[in-house]
Nanobody
């Protein structure tokens, strides 16, 4: 069983920045691909970014490229999502997910483990 716990969400003004963190339990971190998704009210869960075991393989949702940076710290079993130039339409619950099966998957169903999410609200 893998546990993932997100943190770092909050209220930020348009144009601001946030860094989200996701801590994954134990051995699983080194054997699982990690990703961030988000879900806005009334919308489906959508892919944001993904990273491989080593951290050298990274993928971003095309429309978000240039404003995001995903990274991982193996010593801390942690994946980060840094978000810049935030817009009101970035408002959503952001989820961390893990899978041992498929790298860079945009499909939520390919992820086996999910955190409870962290709320990001972008508003003036």
């Amino acid at each position: 069983q893998v546990q993932v716990v997100e943190s770092g969400g909050g209220l930020v003004r348009p144009g601001g920045s946030l860094r989200l963190s996701c801590v994954a339990s134990g051995r699983a971190f080194s054997t699982h691909y990690m990703a961030w998704f988000r879900q806005a009210p009334g919308k489906e869960r959508e892919f944001v970014a993904a990273i491989t075991y080593s951290g050298r393989g990274i993928a971003y949702e095309d429309s978000l490229k240039g404003r995001l940076t995903i990274s991982r710290d193996s010593a801390r079993n942690t994946v980060y999502l840094e978000m810049n130039s935030l817009k009101p339409e970035d408002t959503a619950v952001y989820y961390c997910a893990a899978t041992s099966r498929v790298p860079y998957s945009y499909t939520p169903g390919n992820y086996d483990y999910w955190g409870q999410g962290t709320q990001v609200t972008v508003s003036s």
